[in-house]
């Protein structure tokens, strides 16, 4: 296993600290940097506009791997030295996963950066997805949004909210259907119940989810999927 990475905080004068950060404002990590864009006035006259960029923040997330029948020193020190610093190994059920804390501009750049580092780390290790299912009941939607089972039932039916609340994706005629996570979000994104960054960190992982799966099945059946493909996308 890994050990986190742990930081000790020290006690400080605030008058100072600050006045040492006026006058010597921090290079390389920041919380924010700013970035401009040329832009031209109502005169004609061309300036540097000033946007503010987005943070880095730090992202949990967990992929699948394969290609390890253990997990053993050597290749513990492999990923490590990969540049997985920031995450640990397990194995549950028979499937190998690295679990991550990784600091980011956005989830997706966290995510292919790990994965990146895993299928460079000289283990022949292949990433299979983001732990993460894109399928999921009215009880999880409940949990992931903090409201009540009945809530959710009452946006579905069309009893509460605008309407038009997304079908279910999988299991339609059974008792128990299943949603699309991303289609659901992006509806609770127009109505507001969630951050647009919420909705785009659901698309980015089930992207690169699909990516994943299509890399995959690539792998185990080539001609198959190249098959398909040629029939449903021609030309790639």
Request: with cysteine; proline share 6%; glycine share 8%.
């Amino acid at each position: 296993m890994f050990a986190r990475r742990v930081h000790h905080f020290g006690l400080v004068d605030s008058a100072r600290a600050r006045e040492s950060r006026e006058a010597h404002p921090p290079r390389g990590r920041s919380v924010s940097s700013w970035q401009g864009r040329l832009e031209r006035g109502p005169r004609g006259e061309i300036f540097m506009s000033k946007s503010k960029k987005k943070a880095p923040k730090e992202y949990d997330f967990t992929l699948l791997i394969e290609g390890a029948s253990a997990i053993t020193p050597e290749l513990e020190n492999a990923i490590f030295e990969a540049g997985c610093d920031d995450a640990t190994i397990g194995r549950r059920h028979g499937r190998m996963y690295v679990t991550f804390s990784r600091t980011a501009p956005s989830l997706r750049e966290a995510i292919l950066s790990a994965i990146l580092a895993i299928h460079g780390c000289g283990k022949t290790l292949r990433v299979l997805r983001v732990d993460v299912c894109g399928l999921i009941t009215q009880a999880e939607i409940a949990r992931k949004l903090g409201r009540s089972r009945q809530l959710i039932h009452q946006y579905m039916t069309g009893h509460r909210g605008p309407g038009g609340f997304p079908p279910p994706a999988c299991n339609v005629a059974d008792k128990a259907p299943l949603w699309n996570w991303c289609e659901v979000a992006q509806w609770l994104a127009r109505n507001e119940l969630i951050s647009r960054e919420a909705l785009q960190e659901a698309q980015e992982t089930a992207v690169v989810n699909s990516v994943l799966d299509l890399e995959y099945q690539r792998w185990v059946a080539p001609e198959l999927t190249q098959q398909v493909m040629n029939s449903l996308c021609p030309g790639t």
